[in-house]
């Protein structure tokens, strides 16, 4: 199982970074072709979708490999009626987000356009609910290669635009294309190399729903103190400084795969563990903790120190005050991934009714942060609330609350290099 998680770990690892390279040549070239405000439009949009991707989801992203894992005679009905709830609630969530852009944006015809463009990602991330089966046969190789080819695919048509010098609309699109391709290859390799035929069962959706929903508030609130900052700025700023925001963000997602894939990967051999051992199961909590803590602040450290540069020759001068905010927000990740641990442990112990608590009063918390800080700092202040946040929502409110503080307390324990230095032991006796 370990060699296998490595294994998996390794397909998106390798795959994420070709992909990550396409994305920030491709990515750079389009933020300075756009310019701040255009490219602020994108990201508002972005933030705007974003906000209904959860409840498109239905909670279901979370707990749909511990289905697989749990019920594997039955995954053809699991993953079929997954896909159709998640169809049917995309349609409703793309209607919302257009009406929320009409009503806040009066008038600005071409916003409203590119959102329409851009809601349509929900409809084929509903059908790329896919991945999880993939992800629960640590076959994630599968995934990792569909979006590479999804992406140099979207590269190439973005290129296009570029040299076509086509409106923002077409590169709203590029996004639905991408999420299109890789939803159309995944359903073909899951056709050839799957056992069950897909199905749907509405008496398994019901129970996997009534497994789910404790998901859906939570990540709700997850995604308000993740993009909540972008549509505030957007609002009580102007375009342009979400564009500069918005650049300082799309730098510490550069290297997001990877904690992804670390993530992923470790989910379904932790969710196997506590299955056959709790004193194994906790030790690879403990050292997702370590991985997740030691590489958060050494990308932190490191950007902090060369954010300026680091922006002027990725964006140029023209995105110069974005240097400030880089050197601030990248600290959130140090906290950040903690949240998608917990949430692993969250489901092994079916402990799911604790999330709704921690993350409203996250969102909450990253609200009120951000209406305070971003009128006396700018821009830097929605950096400074980000960082806040993740540290009391994913740090401070499990020592609050007794039923969660077992979760951190392996978290403390994460911060001993000991368990770093065993789990790279052990990768480099499983080469």
């Keep these: 199982m370990k060699n ?18 396409l994305n920030l040549a491709v990515g750079l070239i389009t933020a ?12 508002y949009v972005a933030s705007v979708v974003a906000f209904a991707l959860p409840i498109m989801q239905l909670g279901l992203n979370h707990t749909l490999v511990k289905e697989f894992v749990s019920f594997p005679e039955h995954e053809g009905k699991i993953l079929g009626t997954a896909i159709i709830i998640n169809v049917i609630s995309s349609v409703f969530c793309m209607i919302g987000s257009v009406v929320f852009v009409i009503a806040s944006n009066e008038g600005k015809i071409e916003t409203i356009i590119v959102c329409a463009l851009y809601s349509l990602t929900l409809l084929f991330q509903a ?14 190789k599968f995934p990792s290669i569909a979006s590479l080819c999804a992406y140099v695919v979207v590269a190439m048509y973005k290129i296009y635009l570029l040299v076509a010098r086509k409106s923002i609309a077409w590169f709203a699109f590029s996004n639905v294309l991408d999420y299109f391709l890789i939803s159309v290859i995944l359903m073909i390799v899951y056709n050839r190399i799957g056992t069950q035929k897909l199905a749907i069962d509405w008496s398994v959706g019901k129970k996997m729903l009534s497994r789910s929903k404790y998901y859906i508030i939570p990540s709700i609130m997850v ?37 992804a894939a670390i993530v992923e990967s470790a989910r379904p051999v932790i969710l196997e563990a506590k299955k056959k051992d709790n004193v194994l199961y906790e030790k690879r909590i403990i050292q997702l903790y370590s991985i997740l803590t ?35 927000a990248v600290w959130y990740i140090a906290f950040g991934h903690y949240g998608s641990a917990r949430n692993i442990w969250v489901l092994a112990e079916g402990k799911q009714k604790y999330l ?76």
């Design 4 to 21: 296998s998680a490595f294994k998996n770990a390794g397909w998106i690892i390798g795959c994420k970074i070709v992909q990550s390279l």
């Design 32 to 43: 300075r072709y756009l310019g701040p405000s255009n490219y602020g439009v994108i990201s």
């Design 127 to 140: 059908t790329e609910m896919t991945q999880y089966w993939f992800q629960s046969k640590l076959l994630s």
């Design 223 to 259: 995604m308000v103190f993740q993009h909540t900052d972008r549509i505030m700025i957007k609002l009580m700023l102007g375009e342009a400084e979400t564009g500069f925001y918005s650049a300082a963000i799309t730098c510490i997602g550069i290297s997001g795969f990877v904690y």
């Design 294 to 328: 030691y590489m958060s602040i050494a990308q932190s450290v490191v950007t902090t120190i060369l954010a300026k540069p680091l922006v002027l020759v990725l964006y140029g001068a023209e995105y110069s005050k974005t240097a400030g905010i880089l050197a601030v």
């Design 356 to 431: 709704t608590a921690i993350n409203v009063t996250g969102a909450s918390a990253n609200v009120l942060l951000n209406l305070c800080l971003i009128p006396v700092f700018g821009a830097i202040g929605a950096a400074m609330a980000s960082v806040i946040t993740q540290l009391f929502t994913n740090v401070i409110v499990g020592f609050i609350i007794k039923p969660i503080r077992d979760n951190n307390r392996m978290m403390v324990k994460g911060l001993n290099p000991k368990f770093l230095i065993e789990i790279i032991s052990e990768l480099l006796c499983h080469r």
